[in-house]
């Protein structure tokens, strides 16, 4: 597991994230810790019939989507 970029924090009205990102495989992990206990979260983007977030492992979609897509907006507008 190879870190690429460095550590950046995601700020919502109830929750802090700290987002790291690993290549793995030839694939971009990112990995959330959480401000509120819960456990941490993979993330990548899949390219499906179109691009989704997913968790690695399976198992936490919603939570997936949800975060995945704030990463994205993160790294449009920095």
Do not use: C
Not at 38 to 60: D, H, I, K
């Amino acid at each position: 597991m190879m870190k690429i970029e460095e550590a950046f924090e995601i700020v919502l009205p109830d929750i802090k994230m700290t987002v790291t990102s690993h290549l793995i495989g030839g694939s971009e992990i990112y990995r959330i810790e959480f401000s509120d206990g819960r456990p941490p979260l993979n993330v990548t983007e899949a390219n499906g019939y179109r691009p989704f977030w997913t968790s690695v492992p399976q198992g936490r979609q919603i939570e997936a989507e949800f975060f995945g897509k704030k990463i994205a907006e993160h790294l449009k507008n920095k």
